[in-house]
């Protein structure tokens, strides 16, 4: 079966700037998560969407991070504006449903200079 | 909040050396996960474990599950080269569906 997608690989921006990330989950896959991974650390959850409802946001800086799952397929993570501290690499998962492991998608390294 | 932490943060062997990798976190857990992640890489699904006292073996991989089901723990036996990475573990608090990822303990072996 086909992973799941993510883009872009690599984004470099300024701090200000807004950025957006883009997920495909496995075709079929209710659940769909949206991880950040700074460097050195393990990931931390920004938001479950179970299939285009919202199951957990509450570790998402909501002042500047929003996020949504259109007809509950793929996802849109929107940072705006970027702060320095935003530097790290997003991941997205799925899982057909949420007691089952996870499967990661390559994720999106973000640089704010 | 819920805390998962990992014990030790790094650990470099000789090949064939086995490695262990603790997992404690602050509360009961419903289950625990375990994932590896190779250098530049996204983490890779490796193991739930879901029932107090449970041991599971996948090769030269033991996983076990406290009888508290607030620790957990990976060795491997007679560690390889491909063994390199950061081994995640990421407990899920009873009643809740949010996994909680430690950070992780890098694991260097040199041939």
């Known amino acids: 079966e086909a992973g799941v997608a993510q883009s872009p690989r690599y984004k470099i921006i300024e701090k200000r700037q807004s950025v957006a990330f883009w997920c495909n989950p496995i075709?079929?896959?209710?659940?769909l998560y949206w991880y950040q991974q700074i460097l050195g650390q393990g990931p931390k959850l920004l938001i479950q969407?179970?299939?285009?409802?919202?199951?957990?946001d509450s570790q998402l800086p909501k002042d500047r991070f929003s996020a949504e799952r259109l007809k509950g397929v793929d996802s849109t993570l929107k940072i705006q504006p970027a702060k320095l501290e935003d530097s790290a690499v997003y991941l997205c998962?799925?899982?057909?449903?949420?007691?089952?492991?996870?499967?990661f998608g390559s994720g999106t390294r973000l640089t704010v200079v | 909040g819920q805390q998962v932490m990992q014990i030790p943060q790094y650990q470099h062997v000789q090949e064939g050396e086995d490695f262990t990798t603790y997992c404690n976190s602050s509360?009961?857990?419903?289950?625990i996960q375990w994932y590896k992640q190779r250098p530049g890489g996204h983490p890779v699904f490796l193991i739930q474990l879901v029932k107090s006292g449970e041991v599971k073996k996948q090769k030269r991989l033991t996983f076990q599950f406290g009888e508290a089901k607030k620790n957990s723990s990976l060795h491997i036996t007679a560690t390889q080269t491909t063994d390199v990475g950061t081994y995640f573990c990421?407990?899920?608090?009873?009643?809740?569906?949010?996994?909680?990822f430690g950070k992780g303990t890098m694991l260097l072996v040199s041939p």
């Open positions: 990421a407990g899920r608090k009873s009643g809740y569906s949010t996994l909680t």
């Open positions: 509360t009961t857990l419903s289950n």
């Open positions: 969407f179970q299939n285009n409802g919202v199951v957990d």
């Open positions: 075709s079929g896959h209710a659940t």
């Open positions: 998962a799925s899982n057909p449903w949420t007691d089952l492991g996870y499967t």
